[in-house]
């Protein structure tokens, strides 16, 4: 009996052992299901973190493809206001030179001017602000317009506008001076001509009389004159005012327009090209009589 009872309070004592070693093994299975809810609450936030960077950085991402979409809108808006702008100045520069004739722009071309020819022009453009001598209209930044052969007008935009080669004019010799166009009221040996007025120069195209039917393309340049001395004759071929910048004809339809650079014949400074214009020559209705 005491056997027997000896051995029961063995198999109790290791009845309790492995009571108390289930215990430890449930403690540790709950930490381990504790850790295992901790895992999985951290990864649900990570997920959540990760979605929400997400949809961040595709609202972030949207937001800047609508920007880029505004901002292009924008700069399209911009360009489209600044060709109707040029086109506008172009039909209200028209002095009915053809009064028979009215003309149709088919056509605008923003032209680039290299580098060079830009900054050149904006320092011109600067230093003539900064003169006290000149009045305001002397100073201001205006459209005016040249027109060429088309081989020409393609020199002129890349290289600016430079002086005639005229032989006669750079290379004078003794006796009896050639008859020539020297430039009605400038050489144009040493400056360039330009007007206020489109149709003024379409005659150049050509070097005729514009017709119906005729199409051609003008040069819009941008031009700040300087000081200017007004011609109320005509003197051919006339060199440059000392003193002055540019000459204004007796009609004030053209500018003569010179610097030290066209004085070298290099291209003009204070002119830089903005605007090809296309245009088409129509017959016009001028002098229908009213039906009543």
Same mark, same amino acid.
Not at 57 to 71: G, H, M, P, T, V
Not at 148 to 172: F, H, N, T, W, Y
Not at 239 to 245: A, E, N, R
């Given at each position: 009996?005491k056997?027997?009872?000896?051995?029961?309070?063995?198999?109790?004592?290791?009845?309790?052992?492995e009571?108390?070693?289930?215990?430890?093994?449930?403690?540790?299975?709950?930490?381990?299901?504790?850790?295992?809810?901790?895992?999985?609450?951290?990864?649900?936030?990570?997920?959540?973190?990760?979605?929400?960077?997400?949809?961040?950085?595709?609202? +972030?991402?949207?937001?800047?493809?609508?920007?880029?979409?505004?901002?292009?809108?924008?700069?399209?808006?911009?360009?489209?206001?600044?060709?109707?702008?040029?086109?506008?100045?172009?039909?209200?520069?028209?002095?009915?030179?053809?009064?028979?004739?009215?003309?149709?722009?088919?056509?605008?071309?923003?032209?680039?001017?290299?580098?060079?020819?830009?900054?050149?022009?904006?320092?011109?453009? +600067?230093?003539?602000? +900064?003169?006290?001598?000149?009045?305001l209209?002397?100073?201001?930044?205006?459209?005016v317009?040249?027109?060429?052969?088309?081989?020409a007008?393609?020199?002129?935009? %890349?290289?600016?506008?430079?002086?005639?080669m005229?032989?006669?004019?750079?290379?004078?010799?003794?006796?009896?001076?050639?008859?020539?166009? &020297?430039?009605?009221f400038?050489?144009? +040996?040493?400056?360039?001509?330009?007007?206020?007025?489109?149709?003024?120069?379409?005659?150049?195209?050509?070097?005729r009389?514009?017709?119906p039917?005729?199409?051609?393309?003008?040069?819009?340049?941008?031009?700040?004159?300087?000081?200017?001395?007004?011609?109320?004759?005509?003197?051919?071929?006339?060199?440059?005012?000392?003193?002055?910048?540019?000459?204004?004809?007796?009609?004030?339809?053209?500018?003569?327009?010179?610097?030290?650079?066209?004085? %070298? %014949?290099?291209?003009?400074?204070?002119?830089?090209?903005?605007?090809?214009?296309?245009?088409?020559?129509?017959?016009?209705?001028?002098?229908?009589?009213?039906? &009543?």
């Amino acid at each position: 009996l005491k056997s027997e009872q000896s051995q029961l309070e063995s198999e109790q004592s290791q009845l309790k052992s492995e009571q108390s070693q289930l215990k430890a093994e449930q403690s540790q299975l709950k930490s381990e299901q504790s850790r295992m809810q901790h895992l999985q609450d951290v990864q649900v936030r990570l997920e959540e973190e990760r979605r929400a960077r997400r949809q961040a950085y595709e609202s +972030a991402l949207e937001s800047a493809r609508l920007l880029d979409a505004e901002k292009q809108a924008r700069r399209q808006a911009e360009q489209r206001y600044e060709e109707l702008e040029a086109k506008m100045h172009f039909m209200r520069s028209i002095t009915n030179t053809n009064p028979e004739l009215v003309f149709e722009v088919t056509a605008m071309r923003r032209v680039a001017p290299p580098a060079e020819l830009l900054r050149g022009f904006e320092e011109a453009a +600067a230093a003539m602000e +900064a003169r006290a001598d000149l009045a305001l209209p002397e100073k201001m930044r205006r459209m005016v317009f040249h027109t060429a052969p088309a081989d020409a007008l393609a020199r002129i935009e %890349q290289e600016g506008m430079r002086p005639c080669m005229c032989s006669v004019c750079l290379k004078p010799t003794s006796g009896v001076w050639p008859e020539h166009d &020297a430039g009605f009221f400038g050489n144009h +040996a040493l400056g360039v001509y330009v007007s206020r007025h489109a149709d003024y120069t379409f005659y150049y195209q050509r070097q005729r009389k514009v017709q119906p039917g005729d199409t051609g393309t003008v040069l819009m340049l941008e031009l700040v004159t300087g000081k200017t001395k007004y011609f109320c004759v005509k003197r051919m071929g006339a060199p440059p005012t000392k003193g002055y910048d540019c000459h204004e004809s007796p009609t004030h339809l053209e500018f003569f327009v010179w610097d030290q650079d066209t004085l %070298q %014949q290099r291209a003009c400074l204070r002119l830089l090209p903005r605007w090809a214009v296309e245009w088409k020559a129509v017959k016009s209705r001028f002098g229908v009589l009213h039906d &009543a």
